[in-house]
């Protein structure tokens, strides 16, 4: 048989060890120290499979095989684990590419069960079985790739259970001198995940919330002159109030009204009633991988990640959307980022990390749109010379566990994003820092620096939906439509009727679970009050009737839970 790859792509010599279960490691042609190694295979992509009956019980499957990219591919190699634990070989076995057999000319190679795979140009073979067991698999050596250029893949199995594999199709390529590797990922670009719509606005009433006790050291409050925490639990550290200011300068101070010396001249104001909620998404990869160069994550799973490169730059460029949104989406294990002057930039979408831990000199993020980052555990940031987006950006981080900013090192820092998180917030350190947009903590917040300054971005917040709840009603309404405020009726307290109060959402966001009271409805001439509660489980899109009992109003008082 002749060696895979060998008329014409002179790799014989690295699968001829691989052939006998032994690594392979080098190029033919190039030491493998001057090329540079990219870990995933994303160029690649799979289609549909196509089983085709052949004699009883044989199938023949065809899987095409896309460069999805614009670069030239060249060098390709595909190991197809297709069939899993429970497909059957026959001893006639075939297999081919383009529709054309291969086995003859050694351009497929099949390795049955048991056979080790070996270590395939230092190939991580991802399945959840042994790599040298249960697994029935295929080499192709495919002929070259031009952008958006496809081949197809071919073998003749035995049908058994061939439906609850699944489809592994690993590859090995060169581009640009750069050898990638990697499990490929289907062309179809959605998800089985559905897009979690919910919004929950409200939750960032300021700049600063917690929902059970704050405590500041000497700090300035911008564009914002309350700060949100239950009442008597609040403390001031080392005898300094904090600032608060009517706008993004130091140009004019807040007006205290509320006569809560500790405060300063900050107005204080009860956390919201609603609380925030989400659903993790975890990745089901447990790999752990580590990466010093430039690199480009696409895929819609990944495990632990450890970026440890000076100058490096991250790029988070998710391929796969959700299944009823064509939002992106990408499930992360945990990351840590671990150097100086690196750069991480996320295109517009949905990032599920197990946990974040950032820490490294000069640091830079970029959000491309409007970027969510859930976060099942912690966050750590410590920092030195930070800068988070521009004030334009829209970046919102979810927090499940503890989150912690440190400015220790020395440096300014700049973060723009908003922030919820289930725990505690500590942010400590004396370095100059500046946050821009919103906090809000379940837990405690406690800032132990004292040259923080929050400056509230409300507007950011709306476009996540956590804003201030955007509710209005018009003029009462009586019988036949009549508006009380215009047009005299015939309702009054001796003969009351039906009331109606158009109540709409003015924001662009839906929300859900609308809650509406009244209260201190006072009737004409008599002084009357009473209480009525509307409730719709429904989003709220359209005008949602109130009604009740009585004469027209002279006063209506409305809040909502939303």
Known sequence: MKSLGVSKKGLSSIVCLVLVGFPAGVMADKPQQQIEIIENANDLCYGAAIEQELVYPNVKRTVPILNQGTGYLSDVVLIDATNGMFDIVPLDYDCGIDNVSGVASG???????????????????????????????????????????????????????????????????????TLYRGRIQSCDTSSDLPFQNEYTCGTFPSVLTSYEHMSLMKNTVFNSCTISYPENEFTQGHNIAPTCYTDLTASELCEDVDEITANGNCNFVPPPTNRYDHDFIETTDSTTAASNQNIELTKLEYGNYMFAGNDQVIHFNPSRTYSNSDKKVMLLGDVTLTANNQEVIFEEGDYYFRSLDIQMNSFQIEPRGNVRIFIKNDLHYVKNNAAWADPAASLFFYVGGNMTLSSEGGGDGYISAFFYVEGDVLIQGNSPS??????????????????FQFKYNEDGADQFGLGECALCYEPPRGPNG????????????????????????????????????????????????????????????????VQTKGAPSMQIFLWAWI
């Open 482 to 545: 009549i508006n009380f405020f215009h047009l005299l009726s015939l309702c009054s307290p001796l003969t009351p009727c039906d009331i109606y109060v158009p109540v709409r959402n003015i924001s662009p966001i839906p929300l859900d679970d609308v809650q509406v009271f009244e209260a201190k409805k006072r009737y004409l001439g008599l002084g009357r009050e009473a209480t009525m509660r509307c409730w719709t489980k429904r989003a709220m899109k359209y005008p949602v009737q």
């Open 107 to 177: 351009e497929c190679i099949y390795r049955k069960e048991g056979d080790p795979v070996g270590d395939f140009r230092g190939l991580d073979f991802d399945w959840s079985n042994s790599t040298t067991t249960f697994h029935n698999t295929m080499f192709y050596d495919m002929p070259n790739y031009e952008a958006y250029n496809s081949h197809s893949i071919y073998n003749k199995h035995t049908k058994n259970l061939q439906d609850l594999s699944g489809i592994e199709i690993y590859a090995t390529y060169m581009k640009d001198n």
């Open 434 to 451: 500046e946050i821009y947009g919103g906090i809000t903590a379940e837990g405690r917040i406690d800032v132990t620096g004292n040259n």
